[in-house]
């Protein structure tokens, strides 16, 4: 039993692995793609489904598909959703034409955003609540690890093959091999009398709730003057609405798609809005440190995309630490800790300013480390310390029998918290700019050359987009410690949820 479900835990944090380079892995192979597919340089705007489609399936069906891992045993759930990304990886693989390469990112997508809630799911069936932290922190760790080998891993493989198709010819076999060892290492899911039921309604309004919201928040121009794109906000409203009837039919439905019964709600709302802390400040670190970068320092795209390394190899190494440390001090405690962690950084981060390259911070006289990596180093390690914790504290207060839909709830809220977290400071930080730029012209001489005033402009620019990330950078680090203050809230390790009588013959949760 110990080494089946090890094999079982390794081949699920496998299939996240692959999900997560094949998020990430389109961002350097982009520019072969468009050429293959004839999409001209001064179109670029057309490749943009290549993106939203992807983020649509991977967060739009993962309430449903997690609650179908409940009712159908996540070694179905898996081992489907591994083929489905084996298909869709070829479909990616054989396409010409935009059209095609778009249905085939969907099926990706919505394979790859059922393999990490349902093997959260899987490492908390299969490990007592005690150790689970740390099981869980592994998944996370190999979550965040596909987020840095991902764009890296293209580059390897187009420059080894000369072909991008194969970074996704790849996937068959990885596929494939992650299929024989579940197959192998989980029994077959035992089958009750009386079936249980999916709310089918109410998760596909979620899904379009989710789906409208992730079109409407995504804006591919990071560096627009504006938080949403134009068709955005038509379309977060109409999240809106469908979020409301969602409410609704949760609220008088027979069948839910998260039963109450059972479930510690403070302590579970706690932890999904501490994800959405996490999750907004993932986001911005990810999308503002590389503006930063290029506004301020004055560097290229390749040169402000490699200033995040340091932040994103501490991601994962957070999230192993983390997890091991919760299962002696609790996930609670690790969730404070972590957050404030991270508040930290992104406080010593909003005081980034031009002359950041030369800047030092002295230990105690002892030692002297750069500023800039030191400073993503230590957010990047706090938000990389509540990964694990977070899913289990969740877990825990969930009936064994709802793992996959509260796993996958967990994920949801942190992909939320990066959406909506990003345009929200992206909308506050855009106004602040032309604040700081209109209280700066007005300190231009108007007796002024035309050289000095474009010199002076120049720097005034600058010096309004460092104040305007430091501002951003700030309320990041408020943010944390909201999520930090949340983590407060989660339960201690003695409390559990109640478990649900179930009929002698029935399993007390999904096997497999």
Request: contains cysteine.
């Amino acid at each position: 039993m110990q080494a089946g479900r090890r094999i079982a835990i390794s081949a699920g944090s496998l299939a996240v692995l692959l999900g997560a380079l094949d998020t990430y892995v389109v961002v350097t192979i982009m520019r072969d793609i468009i050429t293959t597919i004839g999409i001209p340089i001064n179109k670029l705007e057309r490749i943009t489904p290549i993106v939203t489609w992807y983020l649509l399936g991977y967060i739009a069906a993962m309430p449903l598909l997690g609650r179908a891992s409940d009712r159908f045993g996540r070694k179905l759930l898996l081992q489907a959703s591994l083929a489905a990304f084996a298909v869709g990886s070829v479909v990616t693989a054989l396409s010409t034409e935009l059209h095609v390469l778009v249905v085939g990112r969907t099926i990706q997508g919505l394979a790859a955003g059922a393999l990490l809630p349902v093997t959260l799911a899987l490492g908390a069936d299969l490990w007592s609540t005690r150790n689970r932290a740390g099981v869980l922190g592994g998944i996370g760790a190999a979550q965040e690890l596909g987020s840095v080998l991902g764009p890296l891993y293209g580059i390897f493989i187009v420059w080894l093959t000369s072909r991008w198709q194969d970074v996704f010819w790849i996937n068959v076999p990885l596929a494939i091999v992650a299929m024989v060892m579940i197959q192998f290492s989980l029994p077959s899911r035992e089958r009750s009398s009386e079936p249980e039921k999916i709310d089918l309604v109410g998760g596909l309004l979620l899904a379009v709730a989710l789906g409208l919201a992730v079109i409407g928040l995504y804006n591919p121009d990071r560096s627009a003057q504006q938080a949403l794109p134009s068709y955005g906000l038509p379309l977060v409203i109409g999240a809106m609405i469908a979020a409301v009837a969602f409410g609704l039919w949760e609220r008088f439905a027979r069948t839910r798609l998260i039963e109450p019964a059972g479930v510690h709600f403070r302590p579970f709302l706690a932890a999904l809005g501490a994800s959405v802390a996490a999750g907004a400040a993932l986001m911005v670190t990810l999308v503002d440190v590389e503006l930063f970068a290029q506004g301020v320092l004055g560097k290229d795209q390749d040169e402000a995309a490699l200033m995040l390394l340091w932040f994103l190899a501490a991601l994962p190494l957070g999230a192993l630490t983390g997890g091991w440390i919760a299962t002696r001090i609790g996930d609670r405690a690790m969730t404070f800790l972590g957050l404030l962690i991270a508040a930290g950084g992104y406080w010593l981060i909003s005081g980034w300013r031009p002359d950041l390259p030369t800047r030092r911070h002295d230990i105690l006289g002892l030692v002297s480390l750069p500023a800039m990596d030191t400073d993503l180093v230590i957010a990047g390690v706090g938000l990389g310390l509540v990964i694990g914790p977070l899913s289990s504290a969740s877990l825990r207060v969930v009936p064994s029998v709802q793992h996959g839909i509260a796993a996958a709830l967990v994920v949801v809220a942190r992909m939320t918290g990066m959406l909506v977290g990003l345009a929200a400071l992206s909308a506050w930080g855009f106004q602040r700019f032309n604040q700081i730029v209109a209280a700066k012209t007005a300190a231009v001489p108007e007796n002024a050359s035309l050289a000095e005033r474009l010199a002076l402009k120049a720097v005034l620019y600058r010096d309004a987009f460092a104040e305007m990330y430091g501002g951003i950078f700030t309320v990041t680090a408020v943010v944390c410690m909201v999520g930090a203050l949340l983590g407060l809230l989660l339960s201690s390790r003695r409390v559990h949820a109640e478990e649900p009588e179930l009929r002698e013959h029935e399993p007390v949760g999904p096997k497999a």
